[in-house]
């Protein structure tokens, strides 16, 4: 079965970068469609950028876009989101998930697997 573990979220101040890391187990990051999206609270999900097995990006919404960029590592088996320019707007949990496809559909924002999520805030 697959599982899905994020990481490198944590403080950092307006204008800064992260880069969150989402480590697969139990599946091959080349072989299907991973994405990233995120819940703040009292907020709707949002659906942010996908990665397909064929290396197609997509995003879902002008919030992250010139500013957010996913990519893949097959040798650590790790989808990762490179954050820069970060916006307190931009606090949320952040999530990596996957419905084991090789396409990236719908809004983003429902997978059949999904981590546990990392805390990103924005804040001076």
């Known amino acids: 079965q697959v599982q899905l573990v994020e990481s490198g979220g944590g403080l950092v101040q307006p204008g800064g970068s992260l880069r969150l890391s989402c480590v697969v187990s139990?599946?091959?990051?080349?072989?299907?469609?991973f994405g990233w999206f995120r819940q703040a609270p009292g907020k709707e999900r949002e659906g942010l950028l996908c990665?397909?097995?064929?290396?197609?990006?997509?995003d879902y919404g002008d919030s992250v876009r010139g500013r957010f960029t996913i990519s893949r590592d097959a040798a650590t088996n790790t989808v990762y989101l490179q954050m820069n320019n970060l916006k307190p707007e931009d606090t949320a949990v952040y999530y990596c998930?996957?419905?084991?496809?090789?396409?990236?559909?719908?809004?983003?924002?429902?997978?059949?697997?999904r981590g546990q999520g990392t805390q990103v805030t924005v804040s001076s």
């Open positions: 139990g599946n091959t990051v080349d072989y299907n469609a």
């Open positions: 998930g996957t419905d084991l496809v090789i396409g990236c559909y719908g809004k983003g924002v429902e997978y059949d697997y």
């Open positions: 990665i397909s097995s064929g290396e197609h990006v997509t």
